[in-house]
């Protein structure tokens, strides 16, 4: 299965041509982009909202919204958390608490998509965007997904944890499973 991934275009807006059987939004994505994505391919499209993203972001579109839910494509199972841990009062910004208790019901899925990196620096201040969530590195540690897939911090890379191949995403990655 080929996967388009996308996330947080902040001016580097990456759109391959290709046939992808799934594509993927992690967030931070525009309105105009979201139409484009939208229109420029043709399959199934999921995805979960990022801190900067508004409810309305995606409307007018066919991607489907996954936040807190469970999708599942072609025998592949897919779990949806956006946002980001609370740093001020805007939208799409979540307690440790709010992402702790959606984990620890999610049962397994084979692969987790996020807009907020689980905690790789322990030492950043809880008003800090970027210290990710400590409840994902529960999730990866007790469920072990095989792909754990996430924007928002605007370097990519992929390591492995566990069984857990954690991919952050910027701008675009293309992943076959």
Same mark, same amino acid.
Request: net charge negative; glycine share 6%; aromatic share 16%.
């Given at each position: 299965?080929?996967?388009?991934?996308?996330?947080?275009?902040?001016?580097?807006?990456?759109?391959?041509? +290709?046939? !992808?059987?799934?594509?993927?939004?992690?967030?931070?994505?525009?309105?105009?982009?979201? &139409?484009?994505?939208? /229109? $420029?391919?043709?399959?199934?499209?999921?995805?979960?909202?990022?801190?900067?993203?508004?409810?309305?972001?995606?409307?007018?579109?066919?991607?489907?919204?996954?936040?807190?839910?469970?999708?599942?494509?072609?025998?592949?199972?897919?779990?949806?958390?956006? +946002?980001? !841990?609370?740093?001020?009062?805007?939208?799409?910004?979540?307690?440790?608490?709010?992402? &702790?208790?959606?984990? /620890? $019901?999610?049962?397994?899925?084979?692969?987790?998509?996020?807009?907020?990196?689980?905690?790789?620096?322990?030492?950043?201040?809880?008003?800090?965007?970027?210290?990710?969530?400590?409840?994902?590195?529960?999730?990866?540690?007790?469920?072990?997904?095989?792909?754990?897939?996430?924007?928002?911090?605007?370097?990519?890379?992929?390591?492995?944890?566990?069984?857990?191949?954690?991919?952050?995403?910027?701008?675009?990655?293309?992943?076959?499973?």
């Amino acid at each position: 299965m080929l996967l388009y991934i996308f996330s947080d275009f902040q001016g580097e807006k990456m759109l391959p041509d +290709g046939k !992808p059987d799934l594509v993927i939004l992690l967030g931070d994505i525009s309105y105009r982009d979201a &139409l484009e994505i939208d /229109k $420029k391919y043709s399959c199934h499209k999921i995805g979960v909202y990022g801190n900067h993203d508004t409810t309305i972001e995606w409307k007018e579109t066919s991607i489907q919204l996954i936040h807190e839910s469970i999708f599942e494509f072609e025998g592949i199972t897919f779990g949806g958390f956006g +946002g980001c !841990p609370r740093y001020n009062r805007k939208a799409n910004q979540y307690d440790e608490d709010q992402c &702790l208790n959606y984990v /620890k $019901k999610l049962d397994y899925v084979d692969v987790f998509i996020a807009h907020s990196n689980p905690a790789y620096d322990f030492t950043l201040a809880d008003w800090d965007a970027h210290r990710g969530f400590k409840s994902f590195n529960y999730y990866i540690s007790e469920k072990k997904p095989k792909y754990f897939l996430h924007g928002h911090l605007h370097k990519p890379f992929i390591k492995q944890e566990q069984e857990t191949i954690i991919c952050s995403v910027f701008p675009f990655l293309q992943l076959v499973l």
